[in-house]
């Protein structure tokens, strides 16, 4: 931690202040933090996060980390109480490779995804990713949802066995629990431009 301020006003009793009796603030900045919302969900290691503890709640914003080879560009997470209802809603953007952010969801409850596409072919090229999380801390207060849009760059899609390749694939693939799609991706196959769409559902869901 480099840096600290602690604001406590009112009586120990009334803490922490839902019908407003006092305030609890702390805010903080962290350096080399490894930041684990999840359980089910892989840890953002290395990261330099600002910490807001207010009243029941706490919001994290980080600007700084590395998932595998990619980078963080920015994760911002929200726990409204820690007590009562407690859930993180997340959002997130990453730059990576696409076989890195292959990697990460391999370790999340979207294991499904990169293990039925990786079977078939080998990945390259770069992509934005954007994520959106809502997780419960316990299966009483709702389910999770993931949901997330990785913008391709230049990718590339190869299956080794056939000898057939899809490159320079630009565009965006949406991703969620059920299975990714995508329409208008740009490409070449067989050296000749083309669009391509996707429509691709797990056959078997694993609990979010």
Request: net charge negative.
């Amino acid at each position: 931690m480099t840096h600290a301020d602690i604001l406590f006003h009112g009586r120990v009793a009334d803490f922490p202040f839902y019908h407003h009796e006092g305030v609890f603030q702390v805010e903080a900045d962290t350096e080399n933090t490894l930041l684990h919302f999840n359980p089910n969900w892989p840890p953002l290691p290395h990261t330099a996060a600002h910490l807001l503890f207010q009243g029941p709640g706490l919001t994290v914003d980080t600007h700084q980390g590395r998932i595998g080879n990619g980078e963080i560009v920015q994760v911002h997470a929200v726990i409204p109480d820690l007590d009562r209802d407690a859930h993180v809603e997340l959002t997130g953007q990453v730059h990576a490779g696409v076989a890195d952010g292959l990697e990460f969801l391999s370790h999340s409850p979207l294991r499904a995804i990169p293990q039925r596409l990786l079977r078939y072919v080998s990945v390259s090229g770069e992509a934005d990713i954007t994520l959106e999380l809502f997780a419960p801390f316990d299966s009483q207060h709702g389910t999770t949802t993931a949901k997330g849009t990785a913008h391709l760059h230049q990718a590339g899609l190869r299956n080794q066995t056939l000898g057939l390749a899809l490159t320079h694939i630009d565009g965006d693939l949406h991703f969620h629990g059920q299975g990714i799609q995508a329409q208008g991706l740009r490409a070449r196959f067989l050296e000749q431009p083309t669009t391509v769409d996707v429509r691709w559902h797990c056959l078997r869901f694993l609990p979010l």
